[in-house]
């Protein structure tokens, strides 16, 4: 992921936060679960978030009623753009689109409004874009605090457990958190997670034959 000038916080001086976010920040961990390899939780939107939810989702008529984090740990650290980090970078993106669309898909159904961010690009999957790119790095550091590193004009966020080793994605929603994580829950512990770690895995060990990567579980 690579941050941009339009993307929701960043560089922004409306932003009531900078991109090296360690104090301030807007916390809620009311709910958070962790696998051996990703990490979610269920925030309340940031002021931030609802005041440009107009430059963000211009379709939407309503209101953002919920932020879902999902960060997915790395079998590398996302510091340098090289052959391993891409094939990473490229299976963690496919993963989250996979999961956004599935959540996404029921909140649907129960009347709400959903979308996901491609990480990739900042713009929604489903809905018309606007005029500004979802960042979702700042939305993190936002929503859990955590710090970040600039690294040749990119943010970084540094996990507390994982480092750099650390893929974020974001799915807004009109729903309220109570509802989101119970559809999000639903998912992910219902064989998501476990499906996509064993093509992790397999994905890994592939790639370690071709000198892309390493089996790292």
């Known amino acids: 992921h690579v941050a941009t000038d339009h993307g929701v916080g960043g560089s922004n001086p409306s932003s009531p936060v900078s991109n090296n976010i360690s104090v301030g920040a807007y916390v809620d961990t009311s709910f958070c679960l962790e696998t051996c390899w990703m990490q979610y939780s269920v925030h309340p939107p940031t002021p931030f978030l609802n005041r440009h939810r107009h430059n963000l989702l211009p379709e939407w008529s309503c209101g953002i009623g919920s932020v879902l984090i999902v960060l997915q740990r790395s079998s590398c650290p996302l510091v340098e753009r090289t052959e391993t980090t891409e094939v990473s970078k490229n299976q963690l993106r496919q993963n989250f689109l996979e999961l956004a669309d599935t959540i996404a898909v029921r ?17 929604p999957m489903y809905s018309k874009p606007g005029s500004m790119e979802l960042d979702d790095v700042t939305v993190v550091c936002m929503c859990l605090g955590y710090p970040t590193v600039e690294i040749e004009g990119c943010s970084l966020i540094l996990h507390p457990a994982w480092g750099t080793a650390v893929y974020p994605s974001v799915v807004l929603a009109s729903a309220d958190p109570d509802i989101v994580k119970r559809v999000a829950s639903s998912v992910i512990c219902g064989g998501w997670a476990e499906s996509r770690s064993l093509r992790r895995e397999r994905s890994e060990y592939h790639h370690s034959f071709k000198g892309c990567g390493s089996l790292t579980q």
Not at 110 to 122: E, L, N, Q, V
């Open 107 to 123: 909140l649907q159904g129960s009347g709400y409004s959903a979308d996901g961010f491609d990480p990739k690009t900042g713009r």
